[in-house]
């Protein structure tokens, strides 16, 4: 039987090249990576493939004959030399293009690996971190591609970042202060037990459209995991939980002795203060010699298993320079289509502005204009819109630069709730630092008054 051809977005991080060096050989792998990579001759694990996944036309590209997907992405970390905008909302925007390319290359299932969500509690109430995993799981979901969210807690294997930053406390502290968030109840899972899991969801069709928990053979807390560690590494610890850390100070005293940005640190601290344990299902049931934690971290410790190496980049390649991504999430209580909004945007700056900015308009161009002086050029290209998503390249204009490639889009969202406004790849004419203190500023608060402007239309 020929193998199925599985995509893997976030193929370059600890799952995404685990899963490939333990499955290559049951699938056949096309790997996703933003970087172009060149593969040693005879390397046959995966077809790695060059692909920009806040591109639509790129990202289908990147999946074209692939029969299953594993989404991995998190957007923690900066894809331009400017990223305005949360990691939520660039998430969201990731995982609508994904769902959009996946469902019109034909993949028949997306496996995603989340978070574990709190037992009792409503989205609401979330920390940033797991409510941004949530709106994954349901954008996933939005184009009828079929989806199995594997919700997992910290994930113990080499290479795992959340289990790095455990491993370097204890090396480098001799006093463990430990906050409240440290005695919550969460369910860690090894490493080559998620791998398992993934495989066996993988193209089975009882798993298809559902969310389920997984985790390890026991639940444990941060504070008890701590103490195995250092005992593990034959460190004498002193572990006192206190009672007066805020989550403030906890990110930066975990940053600052991890070597870790607080960027990532702090969703994982965030989110420490809710009681993650999975849900029993028949999933686990399937795998009951799932190992505890101590077990998952005397095998990551003890280093006979390195993270497998990537294939090294393409030489060549020209790094983007003075390039800006603006992620914007606006209000949309009445759930009006990208194409309302974006029409919106261009007949509400010139009233917002008192005339002094307009929009001129001829055919599928629009020029804003400051006092008469065009600022910038859009092209609307209408073979890529719809009412779900309004596309416009970034053409021309005295603030944009020559060599600009940069797009404009308007986005619906998480059933039309929100709309995403995104500027990609735009390179300012500006210098860059009076960019940034100016024309970079400007945009943000515009979209943001535009946001409230939204949120109080009545019709």
């Given at each position: 039987?020929?193998?199925?051809?599985?995509?893997?977005?976030?193929?370059?991080?600890?799952?995404?090249?685990?899963?490939?060096?333990?499955?290559?050989?049951?699938?056949?792998?096309?790997?996703?990576?933003?970087?172009?990579?060149?593969?040693?001759?005879?390397?046959?694990?995966?077809?790695?493939?060059?692909?920009?996944?806040?591109?639509?036309?790129?990202?289908?590209?990147?999946?074209?004959?692939?029969?299953?997907?594993?989404?991995?992405?998190?957007?923690?970390?900066?894809?331009?030399?400017?990223?305005?905008?949360?990691?939520?909302?660039?998430?969201?925007?990731?995982?609508?293009?994904?769902?959009?390319?996946?469902?019109?290359?034909?993949?028949?299932?997306?496996?995603?690996?989340?978070?574990?969500?709190?037992?009792?509690?409503?989205?609401?109430?979330?920390?940033?971190?797991?409510?941004?995993?949530?709106?994954?799981?349901?954008?996933?979901?939005?184009?009828?591609?079929?989806?199995?969210?594997?919700?997992?807690?910290?994930?113990?294997?080499?290479?795992?970042?959340?289990?790095?930053?455990?491993?370097?406390?204890?090396?480098?502290?001799?006093?463990?202060?430990?906050?409240?968030?440290?005695?919550?109840?969460?369910?860690?899972?090894?490493?080559?037990?998620?791998?398992?899991?993934?495989?066996?969801?993988?193209?089975?069709?009882?798993?298809?459209?559902?969310?389920?928990?997984?985790?390890?053979?026991?639940?444990?807390?941060?504070?008890?995991?701590?103490?195995?560690?250092?005992?593990?590494?034959?460190?004498?610890?002193?572990?006192?939980?206190?009672?007066?850390?805020?989550?403030?100070?906890?990110t930066l005293w975990v940053s600052t002795f991890t070597d870790t940005p607080t960027d990532l640190v702090t969703p994982l601290v965030e989110s420490l203060r809710h009681r993650m344990v999975a849900r029993d299902n028949e999933v686990l049931q399937a795998f009951p010699e799932r190992v505890n934690f101590r077990s998952a971290a005397q095998r990551a410790l003890a280093g006979n298993d390195r993270l497998p190496p990537l294939p090294p980049r393409r030489a060549g390649q020209q790094i983007e320079r003075n390039t800006v991504r603006s992620v914007q999430r606006l209000p949309n209580p009445r759930r009006h289509t990208a194409t309302y909004v974006a029409r919106l945007y261009q007949r509400?700056?010139?009233?917002?502005?008192?005339?002094?900015?307009?929009?001129?308009?001829?055919?599928?161009?629009?020029?804003?204009?400051?006092?008469?002086?065009?600022?910038?050029?859009?092209?609307?290209?209408?073979?890529?819109?719809?009412?779900?998503?309004?596309?416009?390249?970034?053409?021309?204009?005295?603030?944009?630069?020559?060599?600009?490639?940069?797009?404009?889009?308007?986005?619906?969202?998480?059933?039309?709730?929100?709309?995403?406004?995104?500027?990609?790849?735009?390179?300012?004419?500006?210098?860059?630092?009076?960019?940034?203190?100016?024309?970079?500023?400007?945009?943000?608060?515009?979209?943001?008054?535009?946001?409230?402007?939204?949120?109080?239309?009545?019709?």
């Amino acid at each position: 039987m020929s193998r199925p051809t599985l995509v893997i977005a976030g193929a370059t991080g600890f799952i995404g090249r685990w899963f490939i060096e333990r499955y290559h050989q049951k699938y056949r792998i096309i790997a996703l990576s933003r970087s172009a990579m060149e593969p040693a001759p005879g390397y046959d694990k995966a077809e790695w493939r060059q692909v920009e996944l806040y591109s639509i036309t790129s990202t289908e590209a990147g999946v074209a004959g692939a029969d299953l997907a594993l989404y991995l992405v998190h957007s923690m970390s900066p894809s331009a030399r400017l990223s305005q905008g949360s990691f939520e909302d660039t998430d969201v925007l990731l995982a609508d293009n994904f769902a959009r390319a996946a469902r019109n290359q034909g993949i028949r299932q997306i496996v995603f690996v989340g978070g574990l969500l709190p037992e009792d509690e409503v989205p609401e109430d979330y920390s940033r971190h797991l409510r941004s995993r949530r709106e994954v799981e349901l954008t996933l979901a939005s184009t009828g591609v079929p989806v199995t969210t594997l919700r997992a807690g910290i994930i113990v294997g080499p290479g795992g970042s959340s289990f790095q930053m455990i491993e370097r406390l204890v090396n480098r502290l001799p006093v463990l202060v430990c906050p409240a968030w440290c005695q919550s109840a969460t369910h860690p899972i090894e490493l080559f037990d998620a791998l398992q899991i993934i495989d066996y969801c993988l193209d089975r069709p009882s798993t298809f459209e559902r969310a389920i928990d997984i985790g390890g053979s026991e639940v444990t807390t941060y504070m008890e995991m701590l103490a195995t560690v250092a005992e593990l590494m034959d460190k004498r610890r002193i572990i006192q939980p206190v009672s007066f850390f805020s989550p403030g100070l906890s990110t930066l005293w975990v940053s600052t002795f991890t070597d870790t940005p607080t960027d990532l640190v702090t969703p994982l601290v965030e989110s420490l203060r809710h009681r993650m344990v999975a849900r029993d299902n028949e999933v686990l049931q399937a795998f009951p010699e799932r190992v505890n934690f101590r077990s998952a971290a005397q095998r990551a410790l003890a280093g006979n298993d390195r993270l497998p190496p990537l294939p090294p980049r393409r030489a060549g390649q020209q790094i983007e320079r003075n390039t800006v991504r603006s992620v914007q999430r606006l209000p949309n209580p009445r759930r009006h289509t990208a194409t309302y909004v974006a029409r919106l945007y261009q007949r509400w700056l010139p009233v917002f502005f008192r005339a002094l900015v307009g929009v001129k308009t001829e055919g599928e161009k629009s020029t804003f204009q400051f006092m008469g002086i065009p600022l910038l050029r859009l092209a609307f290209i209408p073979s890529r819109s719809d009412n779900h998503r309004q596309l416009f390249y970034i053409v021309g204009g005295l603030l944009t630069a020559p060599d600009n490639k940069g797009w404009l889009e308007f986005r619906s969202v998480l059933g039309g709730r929100f709309i995403i406004s995104a500027v990609h790849n735009f390179v300012p004419a500006l210098p860059w630092y009076l960019y940034v203190l100016t024309q970079a500023r400007a945009h943000k608060w515009v979209m943001v008054r535009f946001g409230r402007y939204l949120a109080k239309l009545d019709h």
